[in-house]
């Protein structure tokens, strides 16, 4: 694996004139939040609790199905939550099942190859968690991993998931992982121990028909960008290692960095692009 000099890796300009429009906040942006509905009235209760926690808003079942905005919906009940998009023909609600996703427990991934001898014993973490799918990837190769998730509901959903998960097989890398709520530009201030960065930046890949219906949900909501110009700030107070980036397959790396990563490993939709110290 090459290297390249630390000064010059903390001294990247990561922005492009052609990316300014993902990567950028407009002032003006609002997010395209789920609804909140409930599945019966003796559910209500606990429906507007959660959407008042959240920040979200509440709809009966039929306003949903009329929405003429989006029909993605977090349904609450007692002790449950689920996601669905009624805008999908025959869609049911969903929980997220770990096992469904094959890559991480696989003996070898894309994502797995971005990993070498020179990190074990290396803290992860992951400012970009969603589903806590790669963090779980990740600690599946027996590293400790911070994930944090920005999202309040989208990180309730999340670690009710891993809590809720009863496969023997996955509990030591939902052990290994720390999951948190919250901003991961301001956390990751307090891991410096942490040497190597992951961070996802797919979302933008909407209604591509080989994903599957979890992430596709999360891809058709709109998040706030991650600011990328801040991470380039705490890249200068940070001793990483390693940077793995996902992106999309054709964007051009070069035009985003004044660097060539060390390397990239390309799958069909998306590439990890691997920055590294050593």
């Known amino acids: 694996m090459d290297s390249f000099p630390r000064k010059d890796f ?74 669905q998009d009624l805008a999908i023909k025959n869609s049911k609600p969903f929980v997220i099942d770990y096992m469904d996703f094959k890559k991480i427990m696989a003996k070898s991934s894309l994502l797995k190859k971005c990993f070498s001898k020179q990190d074990i014993g290396r803290k992860v973490i992951d400012l970009t968690a969603g589903f806590c799918i790669d963090a779980l990837e990740i600690s599946f190769l027996g590293y400790s991993v911070t994930a944090i998730e920005k999202e309040s509901w989208l990180y309730e959903f999340t670690n009710q998931c891993l809590q809720n998960s009863k496969h023997k097989d996955l509990q030591p890398s939902i052990n290994r992982i720390d999951f948190l709520n919250g ?57 990483f290692k390693k940077i793995i980036y996902k992106s999309a397959l054709h964007s051009n790396m070069s035009s985003l960095i004044n660097l060539k990563p060390s390397r990239v490993i390309k799958g069909k939709a998306f590439k990890y692009n691997i920055f590294t110290a050593d």
Not at 17 to 33: A, C, L, P, V
Not at 183 to 210: A, P, T
């Open 183 to 239: 901003d991961s530009l301001d956390l990751i201030k307090k891991y410096s121990d942490h040497e190597i960065v992951y961070l996802d930046q797919m979302f933008e890949q909407k209604n591509d028909s080989r994903a599957k219906k979890e992430i596709q949900f999360l891809r058709n909501l709109d998040f706030e960008e991650f600011d990328l110009n801040r991470f380039k700030k705490i890249l200068k107070q940070n001793n």
């Open 10 to 83: 903390f001294c990247f300009n990561i922005f492009a004139s052609e990316f300014n429009h993902r990567f950028i906040i407009d002032m003006n942006f609002t997010e395209r939040k789920p609804f909140v509905s409930y599945f019966s009235k003796n559910e209500i209760r606990f429906a507007e609790q959660f959407a008042s926690k959240h920040d979200l808003k509440l709809v009966t079942p039929r306003n949903l199905r009329i929405s003429e905005t989006h029909k993605q919906v977090i349904w609450v009940s007692a002790k449950n939550l689920a996601l």
